[in-house]
Antibody
Framework: QVQLQESGPGLVKPSQTLSLTCTVS??????????WSWIRQHPGKGPEWIGN???????YYNPSLKSRVSISVDTSKNQFSLRLNSVTAADTAVYYC???????????WGQGTLVTVSS | QSVLTQPPSASGTPGQRVSISCSGS????????VNWYQQLPGTAPKLLIY???QRPSGVPDRFSGSKSGTSASLAISGLQSEDEADYYC???????????FGGGTKLTVL
């Protein structure tokens, strides 16, 4: 079973860049059977899809965040990463890395990491 | 503003059957399978239903899902106090090439 673990700073200053990494275990990012995704959840709100990356490097982003977001994959480390530029307080949320199974709507979630944007 | 529409709240008494609806469009629920998640405070969403009506291993058969057209429903029978949680629907959206979610339904067991 695929397991995911987010890591990165829990506090980011306004206007700076939020950077998170997701380490995948129990499966290979290069296997081709998944979309590797970032999803965030603001307090008291529903989850919000940020973007997906395939192991080949092809990406899709939420149009509302597209100008500020970048997702990359490092197959040698079995990791994928999120960068969100020019953050504001509105980017304060719990960030989850998620493996979306291509052949079904099944998915695996990390435990999530709270990122607070504050000076 | 979430892409999928859910009622903000639902309630029931122990033993009762409750249903939660989820409405979408032709680009998401109309063409793709629906997932349902249960979320307890401070935890990640837990997958309850995938492929619109399939339960992952370990999920009680009190939980069931259905889909028709651009809408879906989650039904919980034999309601228990531990079912009190937030419930979210989700589906792949072909126009975005990403997963879209509902705003969530808070279920209260009276």
């Amino acid at each position: 079973q695929v397991q995911l673990q987010e890591s990165g700073p829990g506090l980011v200053k306004p206007s700076q860049t939020l950077s998170l990494t997701c380490t995948v275990s129990g499966g290979s990012i290069s296997s081709g059977g998944y979309y590797w995704s970032w999803i965030r959840q603001h307090p008291g709100k529903g989850p919000e899809w940020i973007g997906n990356i395939y192991y080949s490097g092809s990406t899709y982003y939420n149009p509302s965040l597209k100008s500020r977001v970048s997702i990359s994959v490092d197959t040698s480390k079995n990791q994928f990463s999120l960068r969100l530029n020019s953050v504001t307080a509105a980017d304060t949320a719990v960030y989850y890395c998620v493996a979306l199974v291509l052949a079904a709507s099944f998915d695996y979630w990390g435990q999530g990491t709270l990122v607070t944007v504050s000076s | 503003q979430s892409v999928l529409t859910q009622p903000p709240s639902a309630s029931g008494t122990p033993g009762q059957r409750v249903s939660i609806s989820c409405s979408g469009s032709s680009s998401n629920i109309g063409r793709n399978a629906v997932n349902w998640y249960q979320q307890l405070p401070g935890t990640a969403p837990k997958l309850l239903i995938y492929d619109s009506n399939q339960r992952p291993s370990g999920v009680p058969d009190r939980f069931s899902g259905s889909k028709s057209g651009t809408s879906a429903s989650l039904a919980i029978s034999g309601l228990q106090s531990e079912d009190e949680a937030d419930y979210y629907c989700a589906a792949w959206d072909d126009s975005l090439n990403g997963r879209v979610f509902g705003g969530g339904t808070k279920l209260t067991v009276l």
